[in-house]
């Protein structure tokens, strides 16, 4: 069991930046990392991803140029780096752990955590 806490949400203006960070009650270095976000009325939807060796990363369209995602493993620690958001990032964010290699769909994910708000305004 691998408990995930994120935190570093909150509120931003568009053009702003944030840093979420995801900590896990253990090791994490067997899964693959992942952020997911869902905003009121939508499914959740992939953001980014990172393997289990930071040796590849993987990003939605939507935020590919613009946030990047990195894991200190030591530290039990996956982190999303989100610069120039836009009021269309506004959800709820959520980290994620999955035994699988880099997988897109929610349904592969076997740990997540509560969710952290992020809210831009324009």
């Known amino acids: 069991q691998v408990q995930l806490v994120e935190s570093g949400g909150g509120l931003a203006q568009a053009g702003d930046s944030l840093r979420l960070s995801c900590a896990a009650s253990g090791p994490i270095i067997a899964y693959t990392m992942s952020w997911f976000r869902q905003a009121p009325g939508k499914e959740r939807e992939f953001v980014a991803a990172i393997n289990r060796l930071d040796t590849s990363k993987l990003y939605a369209d939507s935020v590919k140029g613009r946030f990047t995602i990195s894991r200190d493993s030591a530290k039990n620690t996956v982190y999303l780096q989100m610069n120039s958001l836009k009021t269309e990032d506004t959800a709820v964010y959520y980290c994620?752990?999955?035994?699988?290699?880099?997988?897109?769909?929610?349904?592969?994910?076997?740990?997540w955590g509560q969710g952290t708000q992020v809210t831009v305004s324009s």
């Open positions: 994620a752990a999955s035994g699988i290699y880099m997988p897109k769909g929610p349904t592969y994910y076997n740990y």
